[in-house]
């Protein structure tokens, strides 16, 4: 099913550090619908800082990427969307969510959940600098007392947003406790835009409920599918068809991870890609026999040959 010209309805979550272009390339072949990028603040973009370049660039990615931008200035959202529609971005997501105290200290990610004029005048002015379709990502609200996703939402549809993405957590609350879906129904309820529902999606399963039950235009999983990448299709696919496909094989797993490790190394570098590999390695075999000790030796070594042998060894072992 296309939605929003995406090709499903079950999007993967930008997480910062994590959701690169590495990840990306693994998820497009475990064949996910939609792509995005980590967050990219509007002025390193424009001051051209190497890293937040490297994130805005998708320009040689083979298939769409949504880019996603955090700030607080008007004027440089402007700047950095013009910039990201030349760098090859599908569209442009705007982050108020983000929990970090470095962030929120600037008045950027979820602290534009307090200043609802200053959202709007970066909405609006973000719209009107690109061709391209902006998306904005928020939360339940800064805490329990200050719970205002669906005046945001009214307010990001006033201002032209596409569509929006709601995780269900407060700011207080950052990554722990449970996300609050009952609002993420008000907010569906409440705007015409199509409205994604984001927070604690673990299984095709659950995706169903928060489908029917919020009534939700899509779903977005984030943690759930860090080492399981194969999880935003097998959602996609119970969606269309009711039907669960099998869990990928243990030697599925390895060769998946061991495409992942080259893949961070031709990327990053092989010092740099392993350093990144270890996060990613230690999601993938998290469920494995003794994934304690394997992930222990895993993170002494350097080189991507060494990688490869323990992992073979390792995976040689179980698969007997
Ligand atoms: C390590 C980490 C980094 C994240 N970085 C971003 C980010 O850059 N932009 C953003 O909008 N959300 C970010 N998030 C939030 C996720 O996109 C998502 O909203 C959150 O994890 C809830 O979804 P989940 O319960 O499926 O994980 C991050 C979350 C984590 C755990």
Known sequence: MAFLDFDS?????????????????????????NLISEMAAVNAIQRKN????????????????????????????????????????????????????????????????????????????????TPLKVSVKFRKGWDNEHSNAVEFAKMCEQSGASYITVHGRTR??????????????????????????NGDIDSPQCAEQRLKQYAVDGVMIGRAMLGSPWLLNRTHHYLQTGHILPEPSVSEVRQMLLKHI???????????????????????????????????QYTKLNTLTDATDLINDFFSRIEQ
């Not at 207080?172 to 529902?197: C, F, H, L, R």
């Not at 350093?275 to 469920?287: C, F, M, N, P, Q």
Request: charged share 20%; aromatic share 8%.
């Open 9 to 33: 309805n079950v999007f993967m979550a930008p997480m910062a550090g994590i959701t690169d272009a590495p990840l990306r390339t693994i998820l497009a072949s475990c064949g996910a619908g």
């Open 262 to 296: 080259r893949l961070l190394v031709d990327y990053y570098g092989e010092r740099g890609g392993m350093a990144i590999s270890r996060k990613h390695v230690g999601w993938y075999v998290k469920s494995l026999y003794e994934a304690k000790r394997f992930r222990e």
């Open 50 to 129: 190497p890293k937040s370049w490297q994130i805005a660039n998708v320009k040689d990615e083979p298939y769409p990427v949504v880019v996603q931008l955090v700030g607080n200035s008007p004027e440089l959202f402007a700047d950095a969307a013009k910039l990201v529609t030349d760098l090859g971005a599908h569209s442009i997501d705007i982050n108020m969510g983000c929990p970090v105290k470095k962030i929120v200290n600037n008045n950027a990610g979820s602290a534009l959940m307090r200043d609802l004029p200053l959202a709007a005048q970066i909405i609006e002015t973000t719209v009107k600098a």
């Open 172 to 197: 207080a609350q950052g990554y722990s406790g449970t996300a609050d879906w009952n609002i993420i129904g008000e907010v569906k309820a409440a705007v015409s835009i199509p409205v994604i529902g």
